[in-house]
């Protein structure tokens, strides 16, 4: 069966990045546009998972995996049926981070301000473009800046630092806001600046032409 899926990973060596709630809050925003959504879950956390079961969201279903020799298997077998598969992963130094990597389209790097956040997503762009450079079409990858805290010196150095890198950063900044913490309690979309955040976050992805969906709708 012909492809349709546009496969998206969350990935970020250092813990704590936002994977888990960057990966929900696309999900739900992209459900909410009439796209048929897949999260496959491959942390072993599973907060992708929980957070789905808080609330039903439309046209979404999440599905946990954790063996990492069947990942391909399972993009393949279910890649015809979604317009968007999201990946979430536990980091990159494992073998299922390394296949979802190789299997995408389009890897997602959160990262916080701090001078860790920032070197945890340079060595993590770093390990997915040495991964991905001999594939035939090479994914898009996007460092975000996620759940920082906006007009602070932090914010400007994490700019910066990876503007002198040339590393390829989302125009959107997603701020540190209390809406994202609820959501693993409510489920579904964050309330108030939380989800016009998210929506800001969308709209930067798909002025970029980052969302194969979106492309696809407009054509």
Known sequence: MKKTAQI?????????A???????????AMSDDGAKVLII?????ESCVEWAEQNEVSNLDVVPHHKEDSVFDLIDKLESRYDVILV???????????YAIQASDLILIPSGGSKKDIMGAARTWLHANNLTKRNREAPEVKIVLWKVKPGTNVLSNAKESLEKSGLP????????????????WTGGLPDGKA????KQFLASLQLGKHLQFYERKAA
Do not use: H, W
Not at 41 to 45: L, R
Not at 195 to 198: A, D, G, H, K, Y
């Open 195 to 198: 989800r016009q955040s998210v």
């Open 41 to 45: 879950d491959t942390d072993p956390q």
């Open 18 to 28: 936002g994977k888990s709630t960057m990966i929900s809050c696309l999900a739900a």
């Open 169 to 184: 950063v989302l125009s959107a900044i997603v701020p540190n806001l209390t809406g994202f913490d609820e959501i693993s």
């Open 88 to 98: 979430d992963t536990a980091g990159y130094d494992s073998r299922m981070a390394t």
């Open 8 to 16: 998206i990973t969350a990935v970020q060596q250092k813990g704590g």
